[in-house]
């Protein structure tokens, strides 16, 4: 069979943003070039010769948005034929959480020509097959938090125990049990209390404090953690 020339190796990325206002957001740019000007889409691009479908992700990251995360997990290969009018490319794409108020001043630059964060919910037409990338990062996300606690670095070094609740909720997009849930994380050991106590918002008593205890959550990475939701 006759190998077939032009196909190019390409990485997107889905940054997803949180915030307790906004909710959930995922970062788009808006392209400056055709194919689809002016539609926003991921940040991404081709790999160069020269380095690491990591490094690409990370340099994308950087020249289209003017951000840096640290953390990004490879999602899913996206290799239709037609999914892009140039060639053939298949795109390797990567996804990552972030608090939305560490990248508010963000910078388009390279192939974008504008960078925004959009709720999940109210996603403008995005170009390529970029939608269903996106549907499958969030998929992937709202498996993974069923069965392994993530999220922690969207929260601030100390947080009430309310605020863990709200990320869950937010990010499964559905109502939690609460006892159930507070049961489930407690057992797990990763959360420890803090002397210290919320600011009161209101009528009832503030609750205290917790902080993610990291060397904890990394054994029980090793261990292999039981958590169902």
Do not use: C
């Amino acid at each position: 069979m006759k190998e077939q020339a032009g196909i190019r190796v390409a990485v997107d990325a889905i940054v997803f943003g949180y915030s307790r206002q906004d909710g959930v957001s995922v970062l788009l740019v808006q392209r400056k070039y055709e194919p689809y000007k002016n539609s926003w889409a991921l940040p991404g691009g081709f790999v160069l010769e020269k380095e690491s479908l990591e490094e690409a992700v990370k340099r994308e990251l950087s020249e289209e948005t003017g951000i840096r995360v640290q953390y990004l997990e490879q999602l899913y290969s996206f290799g239709d034929p037609g999914r892009d009018p140039r060639q053939r490319i298949i795109s390797i794409a990567y996804w990552g959480l972030v608090k939305t108020s560490q990248f508010a001043q963000l910078r388009a630059s390279t192939d974008a020509q504008n960078a925004a964060w959009f709720n999940i919910k109210s996603l403008p037409p995005l170009a390529f097959d970029h939608r269903t990338i996106v549907q499958t990062g969030i998929e992937r996300l709202r498996s993974k938090i069923r069965y392994q606690p993530v999220g922690f670095e969207l929260l601030d070094r100390k947080f009430p125990f309310a605020e863990l609740e709200q990320l869950y909720t937010v990010l499964l997009d559905r109502p939690i049990d609460r006892r159930n849930f507070s049961k489930k994380i407690m057992a797990l050991g990763i959360l420890d209390e803090t002397d210290e106590v919320a600011k009161s918002e209101g009528k009832g008593r503030p609750g205290k404090l917790f902080q993610f205890n990291k060397k904890r959550y990394q054994a029980l990475l090793k261990e292999g953690i039981s958590f169902e939701i």
